[in-house]
T-cell receptor
Framework: SQKIEQNSEALNIQEGKTATLTCNYTNYSPAYLQWYRQDPGRGPVFLLLIRENEKEKRKERLKVTFDTTLKQSLFHITASQPADSATYLCALEKGKTGRRALTFGSGTRLQVQP | DAGVTQSPTHLIKTRGQHVTLRCSPISGHKSVSWYQQVLGQGPQFIFQYYEKEERGRGNFPDRFSARQFPNYSSELNVNALLLGDSALYLC??????????????FGQGTRLTVV
C-alpha cells in the first residue's frame, strides 16, 4: 500500500540554524509533491510545490528537493526563526487522475529555540 | 479576498447523532475537497466535488456524504456518529478539478468532538 513517512519525532534546532525535514514515500509515483505548514488547531498553509521532473525549488528561506529515484523529498528552512516553529506536512499527488486528492504524511513538528 | 471559510469552528455531538459541516471556497474556485485529520496524523482525503459532481471519494464509510451547491459551497454530512469520528475536518478549494501544478487552499477547519 502507499506509504508516506515523515519523522514522527519533533525536530529541535537553535535559531539561525538550517532545519532539514525528510519525506520518504513507497508504492507511489507522484507527479507533484507539496509542503504545507500547519499551526495547532489551524488548517494547512501551502509553502512550496515541486514537480516530478524538477530537482529543486526555492522560495525565500525555503528550499525543497525531490529525488524520484530515492523516493524522497528534503525540505530546508535556512536561518530559522522561532516563528518557524510549527508542524510541516509533506503531501503527494498523482497526475492525470481526474481528481484532486492529496496524500499526506503525518507531519514533523519543528521547534526553533531562541 | 476571503479565503476558504468553514462553519462551525467547533462542534460537540453525541454518538449516533448526525452532523453537517459547511464550506465556502475561494471566489472563482469550483473544486472543493474534504479531509479528516485525526490528532497526530496528516489529513486524509474524504471527497472531492467539482461543478456539483463527485470527482473522487476516499476510503470512508457510507455514513459520510457530501454535496456541492450551484454557488460552489459544499456540505459534508456524517450520520450515526462514532467516537472515532472526532477530528479536525478540513475543506480545501482549488481552481482546477485535477492537479495542474497548483496548490490547494485550506480553511481553518471544524473541530468535531463526539462524546
Amino acid at each position: 500500500s502507499q506509504k508516506i513517512e515523515q519523522n514522527s519525532e519533533a525536530l529541535n534546532i537553535q535559531e539561525g540554524k538550517t532545519a532539514t525535514l525528510t519525506c520518504n514515500y513507497t508504492n507511489y509515483s507522484p507527479a507533484y509533491l507539496q509542503w504545507y505548514r500547519q499551526d495547532p488547531g489551524r488548517g494547512p498553509v501551502f509553502l512550496l510545490l515541486i514537480r516530478e521532473n524538477e530537482k529543486e525549488k526555492r522560495k525565500e528561506r525555503l528550499k525543497v528537493t525531490f529525488d524520484t529515484t530515492l523516493k524522497q523529498s528534503l525540505f530546508h528552512i535556512t536561518a530559522s526563526q522561532p516563528a518557524d516553529s510549527a508542524t510541516y506536512l509533506c503531501a503527494l499527488e498523482k497526475g492525470k487522475t481526474g481528481r484532486r486528492a492529496l496524500t499526506f504524511g503525518s507531519g514533523t513538528r519543528l521547534q526553533v529555540q531562541p | 479576498d476571503a479565503g476558504v471559510t468553514q462553519s462551525p469552528t467547533h462542534l460537540i455531538k453525541t454518538r449516533g447523532q448526525h452532523v453537517t459541516l459547511r464550506c465556502s471556497p475561494i471566489s472563482g474556485h469550483k473544486s472543493v475537497s474534504w479531509y479528516q485529520q485525526v490528532l497526530g496524523q496528516g489529513p486524509q482525503f474524504i471527497f472531492q466535488y467539482y461543478e456539483k459532481e463527485e470527482r473522487g471519494r476516499g476510503n470512508f464509510p457510507d455514513r459520510f456524504s457530501a454535496r456541492q451547491f450551484p454557488n460552489y459551497s459544499s456540505e459534508l454530512n456524517v450520520n450515526a456518529l462514532l467516537l472515532g469520528d472526532s477530528a479536525l475536518y478540513l475543506c480545501a478549494s482549488s481552481l482546477f478539478p485535477e492537479p495542474r501544478n497548483t496548490e490547494a487552499f485550506f480553511g481553518q477547519g471544524t473541530r468535531l468532538t463526539v462524546v
